[in-house]
């Protein structure tokens, strides 16, 4: 296993407010690593100077051995690394399908494969039944399925998924937990995922990056970090999630 | 489970091409329709008609911008005028070969390149779409008022003449289009090409980014999509389109004048636009041609009100019609299917 993405000393202030200080990072090709934390600990902030939406005020960014600290979300987008948001952003209006070739149109993919592709990707995030459907009469789990699938479409090889669980049925959660272990086996994708959900994370049975007022309180698997007394004092602390 | 959904993959491409080409199915009607209107209507309506047609391609160069892109520009005159003056001033210029043609060739250059120079500008530095609304009002101000600055060259006030091009065939000679029925049907054709290849654009890989990109920004930006230049390419597209249909209603009009160009046209077109319907093409084709015919039959029948008719049926349109005439006709059909279905 090689390292797709690594960060140094990544630091991010909002007017003297700490979001990010100094975070080492390193996620290796075709694996899953989630971060964790309390509101406020710097989780999406960290994502998104991945994704290239915030810059960092110190630290640099490395993926695939390449310093991609000053690109654009463009660029970042086009050498393959693709955001799910909090909120699930998608084209409300459009179908399913309409959705997919969207995504499928910023690949070199010809013509000919196109419907191949959009349908594949349908079946993959289970909504090859609904793919008439403008997308907004979808639920939400089904929401989020899609926007993973846009970032499939779009032959992501890192995806940044920011709380892909919010808002799904139990249900619907260990259903993302499989779609996303089978897209990191089958596909040899590498996922960063910022969650809240405790049954996810166990789900996902993934080391687990801990976040706490902007810097990395610990890492470990997720026997280690739920074991862990600081962790579990921040989150008891907090009192919004149940470690137990 | 697979076959069944490969199944259901193919159903619902055929639905979607189904969709598709209801509108082409329209059209050739409708071009069926307006290409035999002259065997049965002559004079001034003949005489009048492919100036009306060339409103209609204006306002499909604007449907094409905020339908499909979510950009309205109050700047569309500017760019039909442009086209008048540059048709008006190839006229005059000897190049040896038929003068209006190269007209026809320069005049969607000017628009594009001007178009492509404002939207670089504009889009790169992320301006908000009501902003952008503003400074292509102030494109028609500024148009306008080089027109009437510039007398030597534009006439100023006076507006300016132009011959009407004959069409030429090199060493095989030429049609004069003095007459309305040879020009109705030089102009008429030229109108459905450039409606034929918008439409292909808009039905395309390039069209389908807009709607993305009218959709849903943020998302089209983190999938890779460089939406400024997409914007770009489509404001310069669309002013292109304007140019070119200004040049050939100044050939045919024989006349341009400041007017042309300026802010109260610019509204028309967008009130065209409006009532017609902006998500189709055809509707702003169609909806040019015919609120430009009521207007002017309105304008002889009640000097002083058509205007506030025709304001009243904008508002009409605006407050009870979101998708405008061709969004309700579309809605009532997907209605009446529906219905058919149970």
């Known amino acids: 296993m090689s390292s797709l993405l690594r960060t ?31 509101n406020g600990a710097g989780k999406t902030t960290f994502i998104s100077m991945i994704s290239g939406h915030l810059q960092p005020n110190e630290g640099r960014i490395y993926y695939k051995d390449q310093d991609i600290t000053k690109l654009n979300v463009v660029k970042r987008a086009r050498i393959g690394i693709a955001r799910k948001f909090q909120t699930p952003t998608i084209f409300d209006e459009l179908t399913a399908y309409d959705n997919i070739e969207l995504a499928v149109l910023g690949t070199d993919c010809p013509y000919s494969d196109r419907n191949k592709n959009i349908n594949e990707v349908l079946e993959i995030v289970h909504l090859t039944n609904e793919s008439d459907k403008p997308v907004k009469f979808l639920s939400h789990g089904q929401r989020q399925w899609l926007e993973i699938g846009l970032l499939l479409a779009v032959k992501a090889e890192l995806l940044l998924l920011d709380e892909p669980t919010a808002g799904m049925t139990v249900e619907e959660t260990e259903s993302t937990a499989r779609l996303i272990k089978h897209l990191t086996q089958e596909f040899q994708l590498s996922v960063i995922i910022i969650e809240h959900d405790i049954n996810f994370i166990r789900d996902l049975n993934a080391p687990v990056t801990v976040l706490h007022l902007g810097r990395v309180l610990m890492e470990g698997s997720f026997e280690q970090v739920s074991a862990n007394e600081k962790v579990r004092e921040i989150y008891l602390g907090h009192g919004n999630a149940n470690l137990a | 489970m697979t076959q069944r959904s490969e199944k259901q993959g193919i159903e619902s491409a055929a639905i979607r091409s189904r969709n598709r080409f209801s509108e082409e199915k329209v059209a050739v009607i409708v071009f069926i329709i307006f290409a035999l209107l002259p065997i049965f209507i002559t004079g001034y309506p003949i005489y009048i008609l492919p100036q009306y047609m060339l409103f209609g391609v204006l306002a499909m160069s604007l449907a094409l911008l905020w339908g499909f892109v979510g950009i309205l520009s109050f700047g569309q005159a500017a760019f039909f005028a442009l086209g008048a003056y540059t048709m008006g001033l190839a006229m005059q210029t000897n190049f040896g070969v038929n003068s209006g043609y190269i007209g026809i060739l320069i005049s969607p250059l000017v628009g594009g390149v001007l178009a492509a120079i404002t939207g670089y500008f504009l889009f790169n530095a992320g301006v908000k779409a009501t902003y952008f609304v503003l400074v292509t009002l102030a494109l028609s101000i500024m148009i306008e008022q080089i027109a009437v600055s510039q007398s030597d060259i534009t006439g100023g006030w006076n507006g300016m003449y132009i011959d009407r091009m004959p069409l030429t065939f090199g060493t ?62 489509a404001f310069a597209l669309s002013g292109a389109i304007a140019c070119l249909a200004g040049a050939l209603y100044g050939a045919h009009a024989n006349f341009v004048a400041p007017s042309l160009g300026g802010v109260l046209f610019s509204t028309e077109v967008v009130v065209w636009v409006a009532i017609a319907g902006r998500a189709s093409l055809l509707a702003a084709l169609l909806g040019g041609i015919l609120v430009a015919s009521l207007s002017n039959y309105l304008s002889t029948i009640t000097p002083d009100y058509w205007q506030l008719v025709l304001g009243i049926i904008f508002i009409l349109v605006i407050v009870f019609l979101k998708g405008g005439v061709a969004g309700a006709i579309s809605d009532l059909s997907k209605h009446l299917q529906s219905k058919v279905k149970r």
């Open chain 1, 8 to 38: 140094e000393g990544l630091t991010k202030h909002f007017a003297g407010l700490v979001a990010n200080e100094a975070i080492n990072f390193e996620l290796n090709t075709g694996s899953i690593q989630c971060v964790i934390g309390p």
């Open chain 2, 172 to 233: 095989f000679g030429e049609i004069s289009l003095f007459n309305d029925i040879p020009a109705y049907y030089a102009i008429f054709p030229v109108v459905i090409a450039i409606y034929v290849f918008v439409r292909w654009l808009a039905t395309g890989r390039f069209g389908k980014i807009l709607i993305g990109i009218r959709e849903n920004e943020d998302r089209m930006t983190a999938l890779g999509f460089n939406i400024s230049a997409y914007k770009t390419g």
